[in-house]
Protein backbone atom coordinates (compact mmCIF):
# COMPACT_ATOMS: atom_id res chain seq x y z
CA UNK A 1 0.00 0.00 0.00
CA UNK A 2 1.26 3.70 -1.29
CA UNK A 3 0.00 6.12 1.80
CA UNK A 4 0.01 9.75 1.24
CA UNK A 5 1.16 9.89 -2.85
CA UNK A 6 -1.46 12.00 -4.57
CA UNK A 7 -2.75 10.54 -7.66
CA UNK A 8 -1.34 13.20 -9.85
CA UNK A 9 2.86 12.16 -7.93
CA UNK A 10 1.84 8.39 -8.69
CA UNK A 11 0.96 8.71 -12.55
CA UNK A 12 3.95 10.66 -13.56
CA UNK A 13 5.91 9.60 -16.49
CA UNK A 14 9.66 8.70 -14.86
CA UNK A 15 7.63 6.48 -12.12
CA UNK A 16 7.66 3.34 -12.53
CA UNK A 17 6.88 -0.24 -10.88
CA UNK A 18 10.54 -2.11 -11.19
CA UNK A 19 10.34 -6.16 -11.35
CA UNK A 20 13.69 -6.94 -12.60
CA UNK A 21 17.23 -5.04 -12.34
CA UNK A 22 20.14 -6.48 -15.33
CA UNK A 23 17.45 -8.54 -16.61
CA UNK A 24 16.91 -10.66 -13.24
CA UNK A 25 14.08 -10.55 -10.94
CA UNK A 26 14.44 -7.58 -8.31
CA UNK A 27 15.48 -9.91 -4.91
CA UNK A 28 13.65 -9.49 -1.93
CA UNK A 29 16.65 -7.15 -0.39
CA UNK A 30 15.75 -4.70 -2.87
CA UNK A 31 11.94 -4.64 -3.02
CA UNK A 32 11.47 -7.29 -4.75
CA UNK A 33 9.29 -9.16 -6.19
CA UNK A 34 8.40 -5.50 -6.86
CA UNK A 35 8.30 -2.14 -5.92
CA UNK A 36 7.68 1.69 -6.79
CA UNK A 37 9.93 4.37 -7.99
CA UNK A 38 9.00 7.92 -7.42
CA UNK A 39 12.42 9.64 -8.21
CA UNK A 40 11.06 13.17 -7.96
CA UNK A 41 9.60 12.53 -4.25
CA UNK A 42 13.03 12.11 -2.99
CA UNK A 43 12.42 8.65 -3.87
CA UNK A 44 11.77 8.30 -0.64
CA UNK A 45 7.54 7.22 -1.64
CA UNK A 46 9.41 4.75 -3.58
CA UNK A 47 7.32 1.67 -1.93
CA UNK A 48 9.84 -1.61 -1.24
CA UNK A 49 7.31 -5.08 -1.53
CA UNK A 50 4.45 -3.64 -3.13
CA UNK A 51 1.44 -5.58 -1.83
CA UNK A 52 -1.61 -3.83 -3.20
CA UNK A 53 -2.67 -0.43 -4.14
CA UNK A 54 -5.65 1.62 -2.65
CA UNK A 55 -6.93 4.87 -3.60
CA UNK A 56 -9.01 7.02 -1.24
CA UNK A 57 -10.67 10.31 -1.20
CA UNK A 58 -9.08 11.60 2.02
CA UNK A 59 -5.09 11.67 2.58
CA UNK A 60 -3.59 9.48 4.85
CA UNK A 61 -0.31 10.30 6.10
CA UNK A 62 2.22 7.48 6.09
CA UNK A 63 4.88 6.28 8.87
CA UNK A 64 7.35 8.11 8.03
CA UNK A 65 4.42 11.45 7.53
CA UNK A 66 3.27 10.83 10.80
CA UNK A 67 6.91 10.90 12.56
CA UNK A 68 8.13 14.07 11.06
CA UNK A 69 9.02 14.27 6.93
CA UNK A 70 7.04 16.14 5.04
CA UNK A 71 3.77 14.92 3.35
CA UNK A 72 5.21 15.11 0.12
CA UNK A 73 8.64 15.10 -0.23
CA UNK A 74 9.90 17.18 -3.56
CA UNK A 75 12.85 18.14 -3.20
CA UNK A 76 12.88 21.25 -5.55
CA UNK A 77 10.48 22.59 -3.17
CA UNK A 78 12.62 21.77 -0.29
CA UNK A 79 10.16 19.43 1.49
CA UNK A 80 12.69 17.35 3.24
CA UNK A 81 10.58 17.74 6.62
CA UNK A 82 7.39 18.60 7.99
CA UNK A 83 8.26 21.47 10.16
CA UNK A 84 6.29 19.58 13.55
CA UNK A 85 9.01 18.93 14.98
Known amino acids: MIRGVPIADLIREENFFAHTVFGEPLSPDHGGPMRLVAPHLYAWKSAKWINGLEFTEAEQLGFWERN ?3 RRGEPWA ?3 YSGLF
Open 78 to 80: EER
Open 68 to 70: GYH
